[in-house]
């Protein structure tokens, strides 16, 4: 089927008690048991909900892979892959990933004595370089937030095939609908639901998709232990989002793409960091790896004046954290998103104080346009 039927239909058979189309809200705490020893499969609902696994099933069908785990946040889903880890193992990870894996990696497992590894995996000899005896997990992040660079999946997972350690992708920029990971040879996929899976901005979630089934025993185990689970409210939503992802994805494209080749030609904007543009240093990759580009970009205006003076212009595009919505955020990654990572740190990353980050939604772009140029007017 195609990616646009499986939104719509994957995992969601009618209900089988009732025939209701629409998957429903199981919002129950627990099972009868017919007789003792005997239940409908069915027990208490950490462990099972079927509006939850209707949802796992959808999305590890939307990403080509055979399980899903539906967590509470995406930090949770990446929380549950950090649960691979023993005491003593190291990490590999891209060095700008999403402002909370930092965190989580840095402040937190650190203490259960697991060490991080941030290097820039757009390039593949830093990444293999990083690699040491003790390393478990390589976790990606394409295209990362806010700069929009790049990895090689493919090159990267050979890498990680070569020495027998899984390989993990936070695939939340560009969406099973333009990137599907575990088809480039990675082992894991992890989603922050919350973005553009769910898409309307009133849902925060997370999903794991594996096609391996010990990955997925492990981490069902760990799901059910730990308990971070996803609400059956909340995966309702997900799954209200994913019918319309394909025709949302390609109008974030759309207008991401028009965005970009605005900005771009604007005499106040310094830079304009989108993949979908022939200026991008990896613009070749991108189309090779991805089918579409997305609506996320950021933009450089020279420094925190000229950003803060466009931020506090916008009118229509809201001065927010967050993405993947329908509706159009800007926001500020110094202070922001990225706010926790030590200044030092982030003037080396290249995330400077004068950079704005948009994550274009699917409303008129030339009403964006209008906006964005009357906010750039105040620069
Ligand atoms: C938002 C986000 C996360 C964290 O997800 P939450 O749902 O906010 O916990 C992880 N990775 C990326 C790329 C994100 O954008």
């Not at 539906?70 to 700008?96: C, E, K, P, R, Y």
């Not at 390589?138 to 295209?143: A, D, H, K, N, V």
């Not at 933009?299 to 009118?315: H, I, P, S, T, V």
């Not at 990225?338 to 009403?367: N, T």
Request: proline share 4%; net charge neutral; glycine share 10%.
């Amino acid at each position: 089927m195609g990616f646009a039927t499986d939104c719509i239909h994957a995992g969601q058979e009618p209900d089988p008690a009732t025939n209701a189309v629409i998957t429903p809200i199981y919002q129950t705490s627990t099972y009868a048991h017919d007789r003792l020893g005997e239940t409908k499969g069915w027990g208490y609902a950490r462990g099972d909900n079927p509006t939850r696994e209707a949802l796992e099933r959808n999305l590890a069908a939307l990403e080509g892979g055979k399980h899903g785990l539906a967590f509470g946040s995406g930090m949770a889903a990446i929380t549950a892959i950090s649960s691979l880890l023993n005491q003593g193992d190291h990490v590999v990870a891209t060095d700008v990933v999403y402002g909370g894996t930092y965190r989580l990696f840095v402040t937190v497992l650190r203490r259960y004595g697991i060490e991080t590894s941030f290097v820039d995996t757009s390039n593949l000899k830093k990444l293999e370089d990083a690699i040491l005896p003790t390393t478990r997990l390589i976790f990606l992040e394409t295209p990362t937030n806010p700069l929009m660079s790049l990895t090689d999946l493919a090159g990267a997972a050979r890498i990680a095939k070569a020495r027998g350690i899984p390989l993990a992708v936070d695939n939340t920029f560009a969406s099973p609908c333009f990137q599907r990971p575990l088809e480039h040879g990675a082992d894991l996929v992890v989603h922050s639901t919350t973005k553009y899976l769910n898409g309307h901005s009133d849902s925060v979630g997370g999903i794991v998709v594996m096609n391996d089934d010990g990955l997925r025993e492990k981490l069902k185990h760990y799901q059910k232990s730990a308990g971070g689970i996803l609400s059956p409210f909340d995966s309702w939503l997900v799954m209200r989002g994913t019918k319309t992802l394909a025709m949302r994805m390609r109008q974030h494209n759309e207008n991401g793409m028009a965005m970009a080749r605005h900005l771009e030609s604007h005499g106040k904007v310094k830079k304009v960091h989108y993949p979908g543009l022939a200026s991008h240093p990896q613009h070749a990759l991108a189309r090779a790896q991805m089918s579409g580009f997305g609506g996320m970009l950021s933009c450089e205006l020279g420094g925190k004046g000229q950003a803060e003076r466009f931020l506090n212009g916008l009118k229509l595009v809201t001065l927010a954290e967050s993405l993947g919505g329908i509706e159009s955020l800007a926001c500020h990654p110094a202070t922001m998103t990225h706010g926790a990572i030590p200044a030092e740190e982030r003037q080396k990353l290249g995330i400077s104080d004068g950079l704005v980050r948009l994550s274009v939604g699917c409303e008129d772009v030339q009403d964006l346009i209008a906006d964005v140029d009357q906010a750039l007017a105040l620069v």
